[in-house]
Nanobody, 119 residues
Framework: QVQLVESGGGLVQAGDSLSLSCVAS????????MGWFRQAPGKERELTAS????????YYADSVKGRFTISRDNAKNTVNLQMNSLKPEDTAVYYC????????????WGQGTQVTVSS
């Protein structure tokens, strides 16, 4: 049974930093691309950042480039999202997701963690 468990969300002020973590179990983590999605109220879920199984290929949405950093530790089955210079528009539920390297669709999802940035 695959499980992705996020942690690290919370309420912060604009300009603050926050770090999210996602621990995966039940899968061969080093064979999975991992991503962080977010969904704000009334909006569609969007891919915020992703990292390939090897850590070589990294993607950031334009809205977070230069502020967010995604990283992974295959030895600990963990993917992290360091979020700096947070803005109120970063407020959303953040989801960890995984897909096997041969697939295009994201297969597994965490339960989500709330990030709220006050102005």
């Amino acid at each position: 049974q695959v499980q992705l468990v996020e942690s690290g969300g919370g309420l912060v002020q604009a300009g603050d930093s926050l770090s999210l973590s996602c621990v995966a179990s039940g899968l061969t983590f080093s064979q999975y691309d991992m991503g962080w999605f977010r969904q704000a109220p009334g909006k569609e879920r969007e891919l915020t950042a992703s990292i390939s199984w090897s850590g070589v290929r990294i993607y950031y949405a334009d809205s977070v480039k230069g502020r967010f950093t995604i990283s992974r530790d295959n030895a600990k089955n963990t993917v992290n999202l360091q979020m700096n210079s947070l803005k109120p528009e970063d407020t959303a539920v953040y989801y960890c997701a995984g897909r096997e390297l041969v697939r295009t669709a994201w297969e597994y999802w965490g339960q989500g963690t709330q990030v709220t940035v006050s102005s």
